[in-house]
């Protein structure tokens, strides 16, 4: 809806459920009279009409249930992906990834290695959705507006993920000359637990509305070239010493998917989060049943 409403280009949902795509597709369409708003969007339940897309969004997969550990939840979303990825790479060779799945770090390097895609072109959404929260509760703790902060957040997508209060800024000023560090301690924690709060909340589903905003926002930023420094599961080769993992970082996004991969000057203890987070996806991908 958030795409489609934005007249970024032509929107095709597509997803297995019988009638679904399709129905959703017609109700956003409906809207467009009311809105005064000439989109075009469409629903298909068969993957080859993403035929020739310039960038694909993959939120396919499984829900984590109660119960059900992180390497079944793994398991089960790697048969999702790989089937998806296969019929991407058949149909739309030339398309940019966005990889919302989760484990998100985790199912964008699995995807990359499916596809054989550039780096460049596939990369998970997460820390654009971790930066926003982060962001979000700093602006309530100091009542300015969420315009007026950049936030940095790195690492995995999950309770592995690193927000970086030394590189957020207010008005380019760093955040820890606003509060003390034990407030800041607080937030960062507050923003790691933020998704398992909504979902506690909510009782069954999880966050919706942001993650939407987040992926719009890179969409966006592709489909305009904008060249901007946001934060994504991209694949390393070296850096931050790190090899062969998607994992967060900032990157420089633009109209050909990433230009550039931002190294940050971190200190000890961030370099040794990083890192362990890292570890932690490598393990975890190695053992993959697929």
């Known amino acids: ?31 467009r009279a009311a809105l005064k708003n000439h989109y075009s969007i469409y ?9 020739d897309s310039d960038v694909i969004v993959i939120t396919a997969g499984f829900a984590r249930k109660p119960g059900m550990t992180r390497e ?10 790989k089937e998806v990825s296969l019929a991407v790479k058949e149909t739309a060779p030339a398309a940019i990834l966005i990889i919302v799945t989760n ?24 820390p654009t959705l971790d930066g926003a929260r982060f962001a979000n509760l700093i602006a309530q703790e100091l009542q300015v507006p969420v315009t007026d902060i950049d936030s940095f957040v790195i690492a995995s997508h ?8 030394r590189f957020t800024t207010i008005k380019g000023a760093p955040l820890p000359k606003f509060l003390d560090p034990q407030k800041i301690e607080e ?12 979902v506690s909340l909510l009782g069954s589903g999880s966050a919706y509305f942001a993650p939407a905003a987040a992926i719009a926002e890179l969409v966006r930023v592709i489909a305009k070239d904008e060249k901007r420094i ?49 570890a932690s996806l490598k393990d975890q991908y190695s053992r993959i049943n697929l």
């Open 158 to 165: 999950g309770e592995g993920m690193l927000p970086l209060p």
């Open 43 to 51: 629903g298909s339940e068969d993957i080859k009409d993403v035929k």
């Open 103 to 126: 484990p998100l770090d985790l199912m964008t390097r699995l995807a990359l290695q499916v596809t054989g895609f550039s780096p460049k072109k596939v990369f998970g959404m997460g």
């Open 230 to 278: 946001l934060g994504l599961s991209a694949y390393l080769n070296g850096e931050y010493g790190l090899k062969d993992v998607c994992i967060g970082v900032p990157c420089r996004l633009g109209g050909n998917g990433i230009e550039n991969i931002i190294e940050l000057d971190l200190n000890q203890e961030e370099k040794e989060i990083l890192h362990k987070a890292a």
């Open 1 to 31: 809806m958030r795409l489609a409403e934005a007249g970024i280009g032509d929107i095709f949902l597509v997803d297995i459920a019988k009638g679904l795509a399709q129905g959703k597709a017609l109700d956003l369409e409906d809207s």
């Open 187 to 198: 937030l960062v924690k507050r923003t790691i637990l933020r998704g398992a709060e909504i």
């Open 72 to 81: 079944e939840l793994a398991t089960k979303n790697a048969q999702v992906i």
